[in-house]
């Protein structure tokens, strides 16, 4: 089993509409959550961190469930520029070198 | 501020040939991180520099070996190119190294060996 699991997609939505995506994770002791956003062909860039507590960022929701071990992210009202792989990460523990990438969920909006 | 670079862009090899792999950042991190991404998977940790003068393995760092020149520049080498290593590799960087930083990537650089 992966370290960081998620529905590689592709996610097919109309503009406008609300999308939602989870990532599981294994480890239990995990320390650190957060979603990136990577373009096509292009490099991943930091989208969210994820808090305990749940975090919003306009249109962005971001949730942690550590008794489950899921995160999860939620787009309101998408736009077109959404189109993106959505990458699920977790750290370890605090060191830096310890992030686990999930393989990323692949999302369309469509027009 | 032009933050992750990395050279080149683009390469293919054959199998047997070596190359290096620039990184260079100019935020003043003391952290930088090779990884590879391959389809399906997700980012892999080849080698990481917690800070300048220090290079340790991570989870992928057979046929590759790192220099930290200084704070600013940290280099991939491929001795004897594989095709196993046909992949995009990206260098981040991160201010301190903690596991709540975040993560600032190069564009890539995609590399195909025949």
């Known amino acids: 089993r992966k370290e960081v699991e998620q529905d590689p997609g592709p996610f097919n939505v109309p503009e406008g509409a609300t999308v939602a995506f989870n990532c599981t994770y294994s480890?239990?002791?995990?320390?650190?959550f957060f979603w990136y956003r990577q373009d096509c062909r292009k490099e991943p860039k930091l989208l969210m961190s994820?808090?305990?507590s749940g975090n919003e960022d306009g249109r962005f929701t971001a949730q942690l469930n550590r008794a489950s071990q899921y995160i999860s992210l939620l787009i309101r009202d998408s736009k077109l520029s959404d189109s993106a792989t959505y990458l699920c990460?977790?750290?370890?523990?605090?060191?830096?070198?310890?992030?686990?990438f999930g393989p990323g969920t692949r999302l369309s909006v469509l027009p | 501020n032009a933050g992750v670079t990395q050279t080149p862009k683009f390469q293919v090899l054959k199998t047997g040939q070596s190359m290096t792999l620039q990184c260079a950042q100019d935020?003043?991190?003391?952290?930088m991180y090779w990884y590879r991404q391959d389809p399906g998977m997700g980012l892999r940790l080849i080698y990481y520099?917690?800070?300048?003068?220090?290079?340790d393995k991570g989870e992928v760092p057979n046929g590759y070996n790192v220099s930290r020149l200084n704070k600013r520049e940290f280099s991939l080498r491929l001795e004897s190119a594989a095709p196993s290593q046909t992949s995009v590799y990206f260098c981040?960087?991160?201010?301190?190294?903690?596991?709540?930083?975040?993560?600032?990537f190069g564009p890539g650089t995609r590399l195909t060996v025949l």
């Open positions: 520099s917690a800070s300048e003068g220090t290079t």
């Open positions: 994820v808090y305990s």
């Open positions: 990460v977790v750290n370890r523990d605090n060191y830096g070198q310890n992030f686990v």
């Open positions: 981040a960087s991160s201010s301190t190294g903690g596991g709540a930083d975040t993560q600032y």
């Open positions: 935020m003043n991190h003391n952290s």
């Open positions: 480890n239990s002791a995990s320390q650190s």
